[in-house]
């Protein structure tokens, strides 16, 4: 599945923006500090997106699950 598949439903960012495709997810990802990357609930979310993209089918519901626990996550850590 391509990385432009969107989610059924957008994630809502703190920021009030939102991550609507698997590629803006990754983008998301890629653009936080590599010691963020590395934290165990980020690199799952990273796996989700990749075998998303990968494989297709329930991975995207996967994915977005994995990116909204991983957002969560941080807002308890803040």
Same mark, same amino acid.
């Given at each position: 599945?391509?990385?432009?598949?969107p989610?059924d439903?957008?994630?809502?960012?703190?920021?009030?923006?939102?991550?609507?495709?698997?590629?803006?997810?990754a983008d998301y990802? $890629?653009a936080?500090p590599?010691?963020?990357?590395?934290?165990?609930?980020?690199q799952?979310a990273?796996?989700n997106?990749?075998?998303?993209?990968?494989?297709?089918?329930?991975?995207?519901?996967?994915s977005?699950?994995? $990116?909204v626990r991983a957002l969560?996550t941080?807002?308890k850590?803040?």
């Amino acid at each position: 599945m391509p990385w432009s598949t969107p989610f059924d439903d957008p994630i809502p960012l703190r920021s009030g923006g939102r991550l609507a495709t698997l590629q803006q997810a990754a983008d998301y990802v $890629m653009a936080l500090p590599e010691k963020v990357q590395r934290e165990a609930h980020w690199q799952t979310a990273v796996e989700n997106l990749i075998n998303a993209a990968e494989t297709g089918g329930g991975w995207l519901m996967f994915s977005r699950i994995a $990116m909204v626990r991983a957002l969560n996550t941080d807002r308890k850590d803040k």
